[in-house]
């Protein structure tokens, strides 16, 4: 029975990183037996799309996803913090990918779940909720897409680095994150994935056959989430 897969902030910066090459390692592996691959947001440390050109740094994994659809894969992208306006390529020719902004609602075997990057969640984060809208309004798009590629990816790994000394401070993202499933526990959702903490969870309420799972990262976990045969099991790639 073909899987469905989940993965999550892999922040690819650099052509020859080790999180690309063991992702690239990774779609190789699940090619041959995946029906769908979720990708739940952060997969680049920076991606906003471009019209007719994709980054020169991250063709390896990108070649991979076109294997991916090639063979017959299912392509699910959900935005991140860090990549949004994804662009011709994932939207439309070659990858064709299914594109959301916020969030996935979908069955697995009549169990309901949602599915979203997990960067909303903490409401109270007044800055970074203006933030995100002002980043993916169309002026930032526009504007965008007319400075060099190479230019704008230099701007936005100062801007990545920023980013990620704040996020490090914030130790109660976790809970923050654990309680937002609890409480679309209570909403009638059975399974919550997230990602964004890079702190891989798997929490099951047996009373209520309730499901949180965090996907972690590729940066120092390397996990992912399978799904077949009505099991979900978290797992960490360790490489071909």
Known sequence: MRKTVCISDAHIKHLKSREQNLLCSFIEAIKADTATLIMVGDIFDFWVGFKDVVYREYIPILNKFLELKESGTEIIYLEGNHDFHMGDFFTDIPLSARVLKDR?????????????????????????????????????????????????????????????????????????????????????????????????????????????????????????????????????????
């Open 104 to 240: 996935l609602e979908m069955e697995f075997d009549g169990r309901k779940a949602l599915i979203e990057h997990g960067d909303r969640v903490d409401t109270k984060d007044y800055g970074y909720i203006l933030l995100r809208w002002f980043l993916r309004t169309s002026l930032v798009n526009s504007i965008a897409g007319i400075i060099p590629p190479s230019l704008l990816l230099r701007f936005a790994r100062r801007l990545s680095h920023t980013s990620r000394n704040y996020l490090g401070k914030r130790h109660h993202q976790g809970e923050i994150l654990k309680r937002f499933a609890m409480k679309k526990w209570n909403e009638g959702y059975d399974i919550v994935i997230l990602g964004h903490s890079h702190s891989p969870e798997f929490i099951y309420d047996n009373g209520r056959n309730k499901l949180y799972i965090n996907l972690g990262d590729w940066l120092e976990h390397f996990t992912y989430l399978e799904y077949c045969n009505g099991d979900f099991n978290l797992k960490k790639f360790t490489g071909s």
